[in-house]
């Protein structure tokens, strides 16, 4: 069955980075598109950014231009999400989600499989 | 970027009862919308995409509809299992926005 298996949870400090690790297993990596999304304690949801996992091309939203950095490593089938800079307005629980229609069709980016989210608070 | 807004942000209802969420467009987004749900905890589960087409394995009493600006999810007869929150997601312009939510609540 497709997963997604993020890593644990984390605190950080003003102005350090974080890193968080997206795992699939069930289905072709390569194949599919990986999105990150994140959601502030009680808040809505907050899309960030999108990463093709076959060539490695990034987008973000403008916000986090300049400050996240999407990778992965094919060999083990992992997406990661690293976000600089961190300010306590960026404490929230940080998602991946795979894209459901596969790269090579047209890009519609609606997410069928989501990771366990992963809170990250930002505290001095 | 394009706004998305729900109504109502809460709705009180009953098990049994027929609701609706409404989502609004700030512009034409054609029929590229996604609902979601999302329990406390939990990870959102797609259950509508292209505005009226049900996810895999989304319960039949689950639709949608609309198209351009304004679009609706419905669930035809509530389950205790439907008392969540619902999200609406654009992604027919980048950066890809969803609504604030709306938080589905027992009477």
């Known amino acids: 069955q497709i997963q997604l298996v993020q890593s644990g949870a984390d605190v950080k400090k003003p102005g350090a980075s974080m890193k968080v690790s997206c795992k699939a297993s069930?289905?072709?990596?390569?194949?599919?598109?990986i999105h990150w999304v994140r959601q502030a304690p009680g808040q809505g949801l907050e899309w960030m950014g999108w990463?093709?996992?076959?060539?490695?091309?990034?987008n973000s939203a403008q916000k986090f231009q300049g400050g996240v950095t999407m990778t992965r490593d094919t060999s083990v089938s992992t997406a990661y999400m690293e976000l600089s800079g961190l300010k306590s307005d960026d404490t929230a629980v940080y998602y991946c989600?795979?894209?459901?229609?596969?790269?090579?069709?047209?890009?519609?980016?609606?997410?069928?499989?989501w990771g366990q989210g992963v809170l990250v608070a930002v505290s001095s | 970027d394009v706004q998305m807004t729900q109504s109502p942000a809460t709705l009180s209802a009953s098990v049994g009862d027929r609701v609706s969420i409404t989502c609004r467009a700030s512009q034409n987004i054609y029929t590229s919308l996604a609902w979601y749900q999302q329990k406390p905890g939990k990870a959102p589960n797609l259950l509508i995409y292209?505005?009226?087409f049900s996810q895999r394995g989304a319960p039949s009493r689950f639709s949608g509809s609309g198209s351009v600006t304004e679009f609706t999810l419905t669930i035809s007869s509530l389950q205790v299992d439907d008392f969540a929150t619902y999200y609406c997601?654009?992604?027919?312009?980048?950066?890809?926005?969803f609504g604030q939510g709306t938080k589905l609540e027992i009477k």
């Open positions: 069930g289905y072709i990596f390569t194949d599919y598109y």
């Open positions: 997601q654009q992604y027919n312009s980048f950066p890809y926005t």
């Open positions: 292209k505005a009226s």
């Open positions: 989600a795979k894209s459901k229609l596969r790269i090579g069709l047209t890009h519609l980016p609606f997410f069928d499989y």
């Open positions: 990463m093709n996992p076959n060539s490695g091309d990034t």
